[in-house]
């Protein structure tokens, strides 16, 4: 239980912070490129990018990329859920092939909240593959890159 405790407290105050705000600031552009772009699925640009730069900042607060990348992925992808599993209940909610086979019953409740709990399930496990591409994208980059930077320091000093 003190592990599970430590592990919240650093997403709010430790070094995986830079990746929760990450997260959260790519929500309005999701959330818009979703309403106005996207009408039928659902576009994560914004939040894939927000997982490249949490990868790319985080060895400056010691954190793997990866773990970076999957932390932005599900706190900036908590509106895709729940959008999601609503739309996975209400496709379900009243349809006629699904009242035909078990009738207008509480049978056809439960499994239109069974699809949405399943449908959240899926999306969270695509949420995760988001963050850890992005993640180790943004952390090659940050190798790659800042050991160019200090290459190039060092011969300017010679």
């Given at each position: ?22 997260g ?47 932390v ?75 050991s ?11």
């Amino acid at each position: 239980m003190a592990s599970l405790k430590n592990q919240f407290r650093d997403l709010g105050h430790g070094p995986l912070r830079n990746a929760v705000l990450l997260g959260i600031v790519s929500i309005p552009f999701t959330i818009g490129i979703n309403w106005v772009f996207v009408f039928d699925g659902v576009q994560v640009l914004p939040l894939f990018i927000a997982c490249v730069a949490s990868g790319y900042l985080s060895r400056s607060q010691r954190v793997n990329g990866m773990q970076a990348g999957i932390v932005t992925g599900i706190s900036g992808g908590i509106p895709i859920l729940f959008w999601q599993s609503g739309v996975a209940v209400s496709a379900w909610w009243g349809n006629p092939i699904l009242v035909d086979v078990v009738g207008d019953s509480w049978l056809m409740n439960a499994s239109s909240a069974g699809a949405g709990v399943l449908t959240a399930g899926i999306l969270t496990v695509v949420l995760i593959v988001v963050g850890v591409i992005g993640g180790l994208l943004g952390q090659w980059m940050d190798d790659r890159f800042s050991s160019k930077q200090s290459a190039n320091r060092e011969t300017e000093r010679a």
